[in-house]
């Protein structure tokens, strides 16, 4: 199978700040491929790079096996991309808007009708709406129709999701995984960490760079810790208590529990559950359960960002 | 302190013409409590929210902020409550001392207690280094932790957070939470709406609107347990949507 996006020592500068940092990575065809990070953490720099609308400082990167600086003419007809802030014509209908983005590529929404089909049957009751007046689940959907109208070979969505409601949400990415089974290949950014999950493979970034790059699984068990989901009587005291705690490595409020990791590595995940909860109770808050968990990726994330700041120090 | 009432809604509604986005709601804040008010866009907790801030008149019904009436006493409430929201901003051009200078005199603080205050924060979120720096030079979640504390600056006695914590790393968006945690064990009582799902997971207890309704009321794991789901995401789609299928607008 071809790679669809081969990236090599990737940088990118706004004048002093460094936005992608000698980024290196690969997408193979037909991949669902996921960037995860937080708001400046370079992933909409790097797929406006990748999409031909911003020229890299130093590194190179090809997209469908077209170098997106040398060959951006033949590229872009190739290219569907969906930015992250709405860029539809707000005055303009559901239809108008999608007729005008097809006529732009030469085409036609009867001619392309079998691709767009399971996302225009649910735009298709607002059609005569301005654009500008649907909701915001409605308004990522008419973009990503509007993105995928001239059959694009790839699919760039920089933050689809961000801002737009549980249900709407989980309905996106039920549509990406439609036009994933079709062949497409599809690269998502996204602030959220459980979406990573929905990926076949992610890269995890921070500060421009990639802490990590792989399936979600194996993301999860790299986690080289014993995970503890404490369940406090009283969080924020207990909280505090760990962390003065002389073992505790890190200590972290995730809802309703805290996820603790001990600094020991020696000792079997019992002696670990123990000494914390007679500790817990020696200070007058006993704990209501300390499970061993399975990591999830934002306990990853978050071991591979506190790994990044020790490094820093 | 506990067992005190701060916020009281009993058959709270507001209509616009026809349309009523606040339908009859009825709910107790706890001092002290950390209280997740959630919907989806469209489902009236803006609406609701601007009645207890006192920027909106209900319909009917009644309500108490900080023991205020919110139909007679709105500018008492006002001076009882904090205010912060992601599109809330700091003066960019303005350091970061100065963005606390500039809200400790809107807020009415003698000078005394601004710069005693100014030291207290700044050391507590470790600014002490930066003080001086543009605010359009510090990163988001710095930007967050200020706009926290100033909005604590005049020591309400409750707080508005709207959809306080989007876009930053979760080590990040965690060290915000210790913040209002901090808070409520201060006795701040602290009210968050937010269409972000997991961050109500760690709210002491939430409310979640349907269509101008409270559909459903509980501390996370109640809420978890009634619905039979694993997250508070879940819970959220079995609600706002029964019967899965096409999207609505």
Known sequence: MTDAVVVQGLTKRFGETVAVRDVSLTVRSGELFGFIGADGSGKTTLFRVLATLLLPDAGSAQVLGHDVVKELWALRPRLGYMPGKFSLYPDLSVEENLRFFASVFGTSIEREYAQIEPIYVQLEPFKARRAGALSGGMKQKLALCCALVHRPGILFLDEPTTGVDAVSRREFWELLARFKAGGLTIIVSTPYMDEATRCDRVALMQHGRILAIDTPDAITRSFDRPLLAVRPGERYRTLLAIREYPHTHTIYPFGEVLHYTDRRTDLPVQSLQHQLTDYLASRGLPALSAAAIPATIEDSFMAYLGAEETNAA | ?249
Request: aromatic letters at 8%.
């Open chain 2, 1 to 249: 302190m506990s067992g005190d009432v701060a916020i009281r809604a009993q058959e709270l509604t507001r209509t616009f013409g026809s349309f009523t986005a606040v339908d009859h709601i009825t709910l107790d804040v706890q001092v002290g409590e950390i209280f997740g008010f959630l919907g989806a866009n469209g489902a009236g907790k803006t609406t609701a929210m601007r009645m207890f801030i006192g920027l909106l008149a209900p319909s009917s019904g009644m309500a108490t902020v900080a023991g205020y009436d919110v139909y007679t006493q709105s500018e008492a409430i006002k001076r009882s409550i904090g205010y912060m929201s992601q599109r809330f901003s700091l003066y960019e051009d303005l350091t970061i001392r100065e963005n606390i200078r500039l809200y400790g005199g809107i807020y009415g603080l003698p000078d005394r207690d601004i710069r005693a205050r100014s030291e207290q924060i700044l050391a507590r979120l470790g600014m002490e280094q930066s003080a001086d720096l543009q605010v359009r030079a510090i990163p988001l979640g710095w930007r967050q932790k200020l706009s926290f504390s100033v909005a604590l600056l005049h020591r309400p006695r409750i707080i508005f957070l709207d959809e306080p914590t989007g876009g930053v790393d979760p080590i990040t968006r965690r060290q915000f939470w210790e913040l209002i945690y901090q808070a409520a064990a201060d006795g701040t009582t602290v009210l968050v709406t937010t269409h972000y799902m997991d961050e109500a997971e760690y709210c002491d207890r939430i409310s979640i609107m349907v269509a101008g309704r409270i559909g459903a009321m509980g501390t996370p794991a109640e809420l978890k347990r009634q619905f039979d789901a694993d997250s508070m995401d879940e819970v959220f789609v079995r609600l706002a949507r029964p019967t899965t299928g096409a999207g609505a607008a």
